[in-house]
């Protein structure tokens, strides 16, 4: 049942655009009319009683759902996801009582380096009144070039992940543009492009990387960036190999516009070595590394390298909003990437992280539930119907993301279980629950 169907909406909606619609009924979302989980009519029935084509209708739903307000197509219906829209999407916050919340990709505050000795000798670094035109501070390139996995020339440091690829993309697109994305991904890279108004061009990432047939079509819409994580990818912890790389490469050689745009979140906590599309496409690619998973989330870091040219615009946008990122969090971040006591903690942190990972998944597979255990901070498990699989964990006590918020458009059903913080122990009794919820119906 939902509580406005067809012929009851049909006659409230007084203008039956995609916009009209889309508005009516996300004023009916933040007034608590509607609420969480209410069911929206089928978009055939609406479309009938509006007199409108089901593209129409079709068209409202996907302006809902790039606000976050409404989710889900197809068997599954469409639902009210939240009034706070994408807010909630980024942020998972909830009051629903909770063992464990397993939703977000966390690290664990037992296992990041401390910061007291880094940011003391850093509060220490002369010229801290005066203002700074630099895009990094010269003893932060100095430890971050030798390491970068191909030559760049230019090098930024941005205020987290987050804001170095909305700087990036922003420098590289305008409003309209298209974006090849890897499919699924993290959901708040999804929301951050909608934010920008890039339409999304989905290309699945397999085992390997990218899949190149997808790749193929996808480079005939034209797109101006193509966007990936080259390892400890999210969410299914897939890493692009060595020959994936260089057969991305020579399809994009085939399109001489769109640029490569690489995104490295877990950094020094991924088991494998990087393979950049930049050891072939140097000019093309921008590559983002993170700091702040393994060094430690309030550090708020991300490096930026690329072409000199490419970061003249990069460092403009930079300029144009914050002028530059904080020379004493830039210092800290260099004494503890040169620190050994800091190299062993994080060296001690990634296998820690990997045993809780794959603690997870070989219970999982005992459990006859066949999830690879690859890389990264979450298992990506596929179920028979997600809202019921989340459902059941909720009455368990545990919290995990649904996989539509990971994908652009429909896909597969999944969920996202986090093990970054999984507690020693619990992986057995997890598993079960786990395996119920893949299954209920």
């Known amino acids: 049942m939902t509580k406005f169907d067809a012929a009851l909406l049909g006659r409230r909606i007084e203008d039956p655009s995609s916009r009209g619609i889309a508005s009516y009924v996300a004023e009916l ?14 978009v055939r029935s609406l479309a009938e009683v509006l007199r409108v084509s089901p593209a129409t209708v079709s068209s409202a739903w996907s302006l809902l759902k790039k606000r976050g307000l409404i989710m889900g197509s197809g068997k599954s219906g469409t639902r009210v996801s939240s009034p706070a829209g994408l807010v909630t999407r980024i942020e998972p916050a909830s009051i629903i009582p909770a063992r464990f919340d397993m939703r977000l990709l966390y690290p664990d505050p037992d296992l990041l380096p401390s910061l007291k000795p880094a940011l003391v000798s850093a509060s220490e670094m002369p010229g801290l009144d005066q203002y700074y035109d630099s895009p990094i501070l010269p003893a932060l390139r100095d430890v971050v070039e ?17 804001d170095a690829i909305w700087t990036v993309l922003q420098s590289l697109s305008v409003p309209g543009d298209r974006i090849v994305v890897e499919s699924p991904t993290q959901p708040q890279l999804l929301n951050l492009m909608s934010d920008l108004g890039l339409t999304v061009v989905p290309v699945p990432y397999v085992e390997g990387g990218l899949s190149l047939m997808h790749l193929e079509e996808a480079m005939k819409t034209r797109p101006v960036v193509v966007f990936y994580q080259p390892r400890a990818q999210v969410p299914t912890g897939n890493a692009t190999a060595t020959d994936r790389a260089w057969r991305i490469a020579e399809v994009l050689k085939r399109n001489t516009s769109a640029m490569i745009v690489e995104y490295d979140d877990l950094n020094a906590l991924s088991l494998v070595d990087i393979n950049s599309v930049g050891e072939y496409l140097p000019k093309r690619t921008i590559h983002i ?3 702040e998973k393994s060094y430690g989330p309030d550090l708020r870091l991300a490096v930026i390298g690329t072409t000199v040219a490419r970061m003249a615009t990069v ?7 914050r002028q530059w990122t904080s020379r004493i969090l830039q210092s800290a971040l260099a004494w503890l990437l040169q620190d050994e006591v800091t190299a062993e903690g994080v060296a001690r942190a990634r ?7 794959f603690a997870l998944t070989s219970m ?7 999830v690879p255990a690859r890389d990264g901070f979450c298992v990506w498990i596929p179920v ?5 699989a989340i459902e059941h964990l909720t009455a368990h006590g545990i919290l995990a993301l649904a996989g539509e918020t990971s994908y652009s458009t429909g896909a597969l059903p999944h969920i996202r279980v986090a093990t970054s913080r999984m507690e020693p122990g619990i992986s057995s009794q997890l598993a079960e629950i786990l395996r119920q919820s893949a299954l209920a119906l």
């Not at 460092?315 to 909003?321: E, M, N, P, Y």
């Not at 296998?351 to 990972?357: F, K």
Request: proline share 8%.
């Open 29 to 42: 979302i933040r007034t608590g009319e509607l609420t969480p989980g209410d069911a929206l009519p089928h």
């Open 146 to 162: 030798p390491e970068w996995p191909y030559p760049a020339e230019a090098f930024a440091v941005a205020n987290g992940a987050s």
């Open 289 to 291: 590394k993170s700091y």
């Open 315 to 321: 460092h403009a946008q930079i300029r144009l909003t």
């Open 351 to 357: 296998g820690i992280y990997a045993e809780r990972l």
């Open 364 to 370: 999982l597979h005992a459990n006859g539930i066949d």
């Open 384 to 388: 028979t119907d997600e809202a019921k």
